[in-house]
């Protein structure tokens, strides 16, 4: 009798067979939990503490069975008793608990740190309603809460509990875990989520993710990011973090206690990874533990906290580097208000004469990336430019104060979520190629060898055809749109932001519709996908959305362009359908401004999977064309040192550019007579204005050559068997951006941690 079947008679007693689709989901639940727990944890003195307030994990089913590997097996099993996995994969509603690249990452990361043996645990928040779950109405973005919880899922309850003080009252917290299973690992880690017992989602307001922000005991942990552009909302975020965060340094100090810490040499037995600056308060956190519940003097509470925490900047946007007012902290939690301006007259005095370097500003405002880097061991950037453009300008200031704890350390990707488990066709493919070494070490190098083998080239084809046809299916079920797959498959998936240009896609959409209907066909239809939020308070960015889905309905109710141009909004984009768009995409678009975009990890992903990437030299982009070579990118735009220039000396003027022959009537289309019949003409009119005279992230600069690049580009796909070997060796070239390479440079460079085996 197989696993399945002794399960199936153990819980109901019944076969398989009988069973209803619900019922096998519970039962690989069921037989997963059996594996965990007969699995012990990862051990040794020293542990890893990664905290993040994003983990997008994506569903975990099947990354679990294939990480147990016992994938094949239990796939055979459900094939004969008349089960489809993915469709079993259905019941499994997606964790919410992130929003962007920045919690894909830590979810990347947790992943490589179980599989590479080392002891370490993510450590965040349980959101019960995530960030949101996006929906379209009259082409324009709208919210609902993501009720991810409501299905039974890998969450449990732990009985943990720990006392959070806030200034007005104190909380008691309750933990839940996630297993982290490593790809063939005996051990196991677990990414630890806190939560609060009185969260109560009958304060939010109807048909919205409106509640009351003062609320705490019942808001606290409701929603990632909750609104903060007002004083309430703020102040919540800071609650948010501070309850992340001091439940996670009371937890690693009982584990480090148990393992036999002595409290001075806290230092030896735990090491934190901040990701990015929400979770900076551990900071003083740490330091208010070390001091009021553990003896320490202040210096030496300072001394340890500063040899045990490490931070991860991702962004050089100063919209994204975080600062509260000292007023807010107080009202939260004066304990800690009053450690930062401790910390911050250690900075004064130190560096006086200082400005950029201090803690709190003129307006008695705290900086948390400048107690991150004073106040912990390490700094790192997540791709060589982004770390070389903090070293020589957003944190000059501070590299020249501690040179040797800069580092750089380029993102990467899990390739057992993103090759193994996205694309079993492509796995099975490479493991025919060159051998199935690759699942352990990432290194795909020897695909280079096939890049003029017709046979590999044509197959490689059929498994780009086979994930477009998948993708259609998806699109299909998901909303209702029917997609060509003979199609060239253009894809930007991510978080929508000015910088990350969507809107410059968009431009092109509007070139290309007056190119068709003014005769010129493309040889090849081209089908245009866009996916990602926009964050509630960001209004640019709705527009642009609301501009892309209106651009969309005007095309394909034209019939003289729709059967060569199609233009799909996929809703809500999450892990689940990243998986779709990734593996069947022909062009990756990595457009963003230089400068801005820290690392990028999509391009990874489509990289991986044999799409060529459209790129700006920006973030990882630069390491991916360094890799390929110039023959198998195509690269355009102003680069990151002119841009950084532009800003410095105020020097982009919109209007300039908006006023030439080949752009004015691009943009003007945004407010023409056919997209607002269709569109909303406030929203149309303000994007049209905002990009006249004030495009911030300079989506004209670039535009006449982004339009350029773009037609020889999907020129250059008629030649099939040229732009499968680009696709191949990219693919052969992506052994690179494994997140184990990864996180073998941060154990080597920051954390020192030893492998458990
Ligand atoms: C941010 C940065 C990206 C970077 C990720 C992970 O992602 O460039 O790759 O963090 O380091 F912007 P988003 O949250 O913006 O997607």
Known sequence: MTQLDTLAQDKFNRDLADLEQPEVYKLLLDLIAKKVDQMPLFSGKKKIYYFSAEFLIGK????NLLNLGIYDQVKAELDQAGFNIEEIEDEENEPSLGNGGLGRLAACFIDSIASLGLPGDGVGLNYHFGLFQQYFEDNQQQYRPDT???QENFLKKSDKHFQVPFKDFTLTSSLYDIAVLGYQQDKHNRLRLFDL????????????????KTDIEKNLTLFLYPDDSDADGEKLRIYQQYFMVSNGAQLLIQEAIERGSNIHDLADYAVVQINDTHPTLIIPELIRLLTTDHGLDFMEAVKITSQMVAFTNHTILAEALETWPMNYLESVSPEIADIIRKLDSIIKESYPNQASVQIIDENDTAHMASIAIHFGFSTNGVSQLHTDILKQSTLKDFYELYPDEFHGLTNGITFRRWLMDANPELSALLDRVIGEEWRQDSDLSELMNYQEDDQVLSEFSQVKHANKEALAHFLQDHQGVSINTDSIVDVQVKRIHEYKRQQMLALYIIHKYHDIKAGNKPETPITIIFGGKAAPAYTIAQDIIHLILSLSELIANDPEVSDYLQVVFVENYNVTAARYLFTAADISEQISLASKEAS????MKFMVNGAVTLMTLD????????????????IFGKEAQEIVRLYDEEDYVARDYYEQAAIKPLVDFIVSDELLAIGNSERLNRLHQ?????????????LEEFIAIKEKMYADYQDEKAWRKKGLINTAQAG???????????????WHVQVDD
């Open 619 to 634: 973030g990882a982009n630069v390491e991916i064309a360094d890799r390929v070579g110039q023959d198998n990118v195509y």
């Open 148 to 150: 991810w919880l409501d």
């Open 197 to 212: 017992d009185t969260v109560d989602s009958s304060i939010i307001e109807d048909g919205s993710i409106s509640f009351d």
């Open 60 to 63: 975990l089913l099947s990354n």
């Open 690 to 702: 905002d990009m006249i005279n004030k495009d911030y992230f300079m989506a004209l600069i670039d």
């Open 736 to 750: 690179f951006f494994s997140s184990d390479r990864v996180i073998n440079e941060y154990n080597d460079q920051i």
């Open 600 to 603: 990028g990890t999509g391009n």
